[in-house]
């Protein structure tokens, strides 16, 4: 796989922090090539509501063929069944994760799979 379509790497996460090579976000949106800050209002993501198929299909766009779900430290963020739905009527293979499970399981696939992921860094 080839730099540019690498996911990029987590180098450092703790609570309400994230960073790749060179960027530092709270909750990050991370693709095939790219990273950036994961903003919920354009989705209308919450705690309750969970995480949105649009903000599934920024990732997939982006060439993403397999998708982590991060549910944050405490797994307080839900996802919504709309995108789990979306996620299987579309043969894409996604891991629903703890936030630190979510990391170390991204890191293991970014080197031999086209990996995007939602990283929530608090709760």
């Known amino acids: 796989m080839s730099p540019q379509t690498r996911s990029p790497r987590i ?42 198929p649009e903000d599934v299909e920024k990732l997939l766009e982006r060439g993403a063929t397999v998708v982590i779900l ?20 579309g043969g894409i293979t996604a891991h629903v994760a703890q936030t630190e499970e979510a990391a170390r399981l991204y890191d293991e696939l970014r080197g031999t799979q086209k990996v995007g992921a939602l990283v929530h860094s608090t709760c």
């Open 70 to 89: 991060s549910r944050g430290f405490h797994e307080r963020l839900g996802v919504a069944p709309e995108t789990l739905s979306m996620l299987k009527e």
């Open 11 to 52: 180098t450092y996460l703790s609570w309400g922090r994230l960073e790749t090579d060179g960027s530092v976000f709270k909750d990050a949106r991370l693709y095939p090539g790219g990273a950036e800050e994961w903003d919920w209002n354009e989705t209308g993501t919450s705690h309750d509501a969970g995480i949105q």
